[in-house]
């Protein structure tokens, strides 16, 4: 049992937002109590102390939409790699990355994601895997990770026609297994979804086939509109707008997972909102890859699931949060627009979208909750409360800040220091395997 206290508590519960001198007491994988810290220290005198030193207790983050295989990609630099459009994008780094990726690769992906994810104070993760290089197996290789290193993980593979009908094949059986063993394990750490990647790369054959393969079990996880690809594709090729080609084939649905959705039309917008289908935004990405802006502001006022994701680009959920009040306000050429979008998504509907796969109650520090925590170093010079805090958010908070971290009841970092987590050995074999797939891309 953990008493976290001595801190201001942010619960994200609107009966009772804020504690100044807060504390909140765990056990096993729930919250039992939350309170005030004389309080609690009276009335759990045994409890491991963990003391915050009068910094910020929170909820821990949710990333709802990221790629665990570009994990060993930092600092990469690949010959010959000078894109002008988002398919040289793909072409040139990331399909190149993937299809060098073997198992061994994609393992200490996911232990180098994991690291970088508790060392932000993020716990839960929505992964969008690829490794065409080695695909049987991979799911499980990431899963096993997860589970050493405690991080709650919905996981899914990237079904693509671009490598030929084997690899695609391959891809759905791994999903289709993956999906079954999820179901026999029955482990609220680990669930699965149905991968597929930009619809250009996905003929209505492969649609057939992942549809009668996921028989109902789960939702999609799936790239749309990320470019125009998927919309010249879709209206050349198939005479119909990219959602309505997911409409076609039933992808659509509330346990089903749209990545980017920028090139989007009204129309298209409400065939997401009348299905319930949840729609992520990964700002930083997209503006990376130079693809545009996501109508956050439009499908928000038409209430529509908005969650926030990296799509690997930081496994800082602050960052990316103020990276999507920035586009939208500069989109709108409007510097009054965006805020409650944006912390609405991070802060309420990451969660929500959990609800929809996880059992417990996560975003949120109450009696009863998964005991998902942070500690956040931050020691504010102007006035912090409950009216504000979001404020502070934006303007003064990074992930980085993040001094100890808690999931689902497990401590894994305090202090900044991992806890049974031997990070240096880690990092001597991930740079080992990054070599060697640097190595292969090069030579490829």
């Known amino acids: 049992m953990y ?7 942010i619960t994200r519960d609107e009966n009772m937002p804020y504690i100044e001198d807060g504390a909140v007491a765990i056990k096993d994988d729930k919250i039992i109590d939350i309170g005030t810290t004389p309080d609690l220290k009276e009335k759990y005198p045994n409890a491991d102390f963990i003391d915050a030193e009068k910094n910020v207790i929170m909820p821990s983050f949710i990333n709802a939409h990221t790629h665990i295989y570009s994990g060993l990609a930092r600092g990469l630099s690949i010959k010959g790699y000078n894109p002008h459009d988002f398919y040289e994008i793909l072409d040139g780094m990331w399909w190149k990355l993937d299809r060098n990726l ?6 200490y992906s996911a232990y180098v994601t994991y690291l970088e994810c508790i060392r932000n104070g993020v ?38 026609d671009r490598d030929g009908e084997e690899k695609c094949d391959q891809a759905i059986t791994e999903n289709s297994d993956f999906i079954k063993y999820c179901k026999e394990q029955n482990d609220d750490m680990l669930k699965a979804m149905f991968g597929m990647h930009a619809l250009f790369t996905i003929s209505d054959k492969t649609f057939e086939k992942c ?18 690809n998927d919309v010249e594709d879709s209206k050349n090729n198939y005479n119909m707008s990219a959602v309505q080609r997911l409409e076609k084939w039933e992808i659509l649905g509330s346990k089903t997972i749209l990545g980017h959705c920028i090139h989007i039309t009204e129309e298209e917008m409400d065939m997401i909102q009348n299905t319930d289908t949840i729609v992520v935004n990964n700002p930083q990405s997209n503006m990376s890859n130079a693809v545009g802006c996501s109508p956050v502001l439009k499908m928000y006022e038409k209430g529509i699931l908005l969650g926030l994701g990296t799509d690997a680009y930081t496994h800082d959920m602050i960052e990316s949060m103020k990276s999507a009040l920035t586009i939208q306000r500069h989109n709108a050429k409007n510097p009054n627009v965006g805020f409650n979008e944006v912390t609405d998504m991070l802060f309420k509907n990451n969660a929500k979208i959990c609800s929809r796969y996880f059992d417990g109650t996560l975003g949120v520090l109450k009696k009863g909750a998964k005991a998902d925590i942070v500690v956040m170093d931050y020691a504010p010079f102007t006035p912090f409360d409950e009216n504000n805090i979001d404020g502070h958010m934006l303007f003064g908070f990074c992930g980085r800040q993040c001094r100890t971290t808690i999931a689902n009841g497990r401590l894994l970092y305090k202090d900044r220091r991992f806890v049974d987590i031997d990070e240096e050995k880690i990092s001597f074999e991930a740079k080992k395997a990054a ?4 190595t292969s891309i090069n030579r490829d």
């Open 123 to 160: 716990t839960t993760i929505f992964d969008h895997h690829a490794s065409f290089c080695e695909i049987p197996g991979s799911l499980f290789e990431i899963a096993s990770v997860a589970k050493e290193m405690g991080v709650r993980s919905c996981l899914c593979y990237e079904v693509s």
């Open 3 to 9: 008493l976290i206290a001595n801190g201001k508590v």
């Open 102 to 107: 073997t198992l061994d690769g994609t393992r």
């Open 211 to 228: 549809v009668k393969a996921n028989g109902n079990r789960t939702g999609y996880h799936i790239h749309i509109c990320e470019g125009l």
């Open 435 to 438: 070599d060697k797939l640097w």
